[in-house]
């Protein structure tokens, strides 16, 4: 079984601050990792997500996460928020191979203030 | 345009009265699945189909039902709604490979009185 730990329920930061969100997973096998973000009123849609390869993943709207094996880390940053930026973050997880049914964190809110 | 489409977007209703809600994806996905979302409790997955007439039961099943008599359908029912089912349900899709993006429908906020 795989389990994903968002460790933050709420991320205020002001306008043009820096912010990390962070996520744990918990996995006997390999898997892929994924950030979505859900705006508000909206449905999730995917920010990024690791394969494999370089750990360093970019995905849309600046944002980036970095995959970190020993720790068993994704944590996803940007170096400068705006407004818009803010919304629910969710981290996920996928077995990379068999089972295709993903196991999500609780979500982390992302507050940006001006 | 590729997209999930779920309706209705919003519904009120009784204690006991049965409801449908549908889904609809437009990218040919064997894999589709329904969330209910929760405040502090993230997303939770209801049941999933792996195809045509294949489905099996997520972690919060209890009280609802789904089919999948065509591939592009993937219906929720709730025969006999409680209170307890208030929330945010999502629908999602993918392609049948464990590094495929999930696609998730605008969501249909759902309170049962």
């Known amino acids: 079984a795989q389990s994903v730990t968002q460790l933050d329920s709420q991320v205020p930061v002001f306008e043009e601050a820096p912010v990390e969100l962070r996520c744990n997973y918990s996995s006997s096998v390999s898997v892929y990792l994924f950030w979505y973000v859900q705006y508000p009123n909206q449905g999730l849609q995917l920010l990024l997500k690791y394969l494999s390869g370089s750990t360093l993943v970019k995905g849309i709207n600046g944002f980036e996460a970095e995959f970190n094996k020993s720790q068993t880390s994704f944590h996803l940053r940007k170096p400068s928020v705006h407004i818009s930026d803010t919304a629910e973050y969710f981290c996920a997880v996928r077995r990379s191979g068999g089972s295709y049914i993903p196991t999500f964190g609780r979500g982390t809110s992302l507050i940006v203030h001006p | 345009e590729a997209q999930v489409t779920q309706n209705p977007r919003y519904l009120i209703t009784v204690t006991g009265k049965k409801l449908t809600v549908t889904c609809s994806q437009n990218?040919?996905?064997?894999?589709m699945s329904w969330y209910r979302q929760d405040p502090g409790l993230g997303l939770r997955q209801i049941y999933y189909s792996m195809n045509v007439e294949v489905t099996d039961k997520g972690d919060v099943p209890e009280g609802y039902k789904v089919s999948r008599k065509e591939k592009r359908n993937f219906p929720l029912i709730l025969e006999s709604p409680s209170p307890n089912q208030t929330s945010l349900y999502f629908c999602?899709?993918?392609?049948?490979?464990?590094?495929?993006?999930?696609?998730f429908g605008p969501g249909t906020r759902l309170t049962v009185l």
């Open positions: 999602a899709s993918s392609s049948f490979g464990a590094a495929d993006t999930q696609y």
């Open positions: 990218m040919n996905h064997e894999y």
